[in-house]
């Protein structure tokens, strides 16, 4: 079975148990989970406000009810429900980065930091809350810290995988940032280094060419534009210039 119909299956057995008892709050719950995940974000907001109102003490009831919230672009009222989780919970790693997450996309940088490196010192999973604290520390212009963060970030995912790429690409741009271009370069290097050659066919390889010099913006668009990352190398292009303090052209890409 493909995934879709798992999850209509899924949908189908808990509709069938909620039937034979309305009252089960963690039905509701997973039925809110399974929504969400299938984009149906309104009958999953109505399915973990149910779960709330049969048990208004279910931190996780709360945190899925945020989710829906965010993904409704209800910001401020999903970090209502995620500080309600947090009352019942004061120790849930899971609601400190989501909510650092929300505020960081409300542009509220000090909260968003505060929230991830308390989840992150909870022992939540780090991914979203590390990449988020990097690339917030270096559009603050806080380069060694950022640089830091990156460091911490790609140890979470496989040498050479696309994630890991990324991410070394945003190090090299803070390290170049810094200034440190030596270092910039080391890192670009040891990141097309662990690319095999059939990654290196692929994106975002591109990109590790044009920071090392081996092509020009004009043919990194050339290149990307067949492949549908025109808009992301320009936003990597714009970047690279913001960090060589060449803000007009940077304004351009960006």
Not at 95 to 114: F, K, M, N, Q, V
Not at 188 to 201: A, F, T, V
């Amino acid at each position: 079975k493909d995934e879709q119909a798992k999850l209509d299956e899924a949908l189908q057995d808990i509709d069938t148990a909620l039937r034979l008892d309305p009252k089960v709050s963690s039905a509701y719950r997973l039925k809110a989970i399974i929504l969400t995940d299938r984009g149906n974000y309104k009958q999953a907001l109505e399915n973990a406000s149910r779960a709330i109102a049969l048990d208004p003490q279910s931190e996780s009831s709360y945190l899925v009810r945020a989710r829906a919230e965010a993904m409704l672009n209800y910001p401020k009222v999903s970090i209502a429900d995620i500080d309600s989780a947090l009352k019942i919970n004061p120790k849930s790693g899971e609601a400190y980065i989501t909510r650092g997450l929300l505020y960081s996309e409300l542009g509220d940088d000090t909260r968003a930091a505060a929230d991830l490196r308390e989840g992150i010192k909870l022992g939540e999973n780090a991914t979203q809350a590390y990449s988020t604290l990097a690339l917030n520390d270096l559009l603050s212009a806080k380069f060694p810290e950022a640089i830091e963060e990156f460091d911490k970030a790609m140890q979470l995912y496989p040498e050479g995988s696309e994630r890991w790429i990324f991410f070394c690409i945003l190090k090299s741009i803070s390290e170049q940032a810094k200034p440190d271009l030596a270092s910039a370069r080391s890192t670009l290097i040891n990141g097309q280094s662990k690319l095999s050659d059939e990654q290196l066919k692929k994106w975002p390889a591109p990109i590790l060419s044009y920071l090392l010099d081996e092509m020009t913006a004009q043919d990194l668009e050339k290149k990307t534009a067949n492949v549908g990352q025109l808009t992301e190398a320009k936003t990597y292009v714009g970047m690279q210039y913001w960090a060589d303090g060449k803000r007009d052209y940077a304004t351009y890409y960006l």
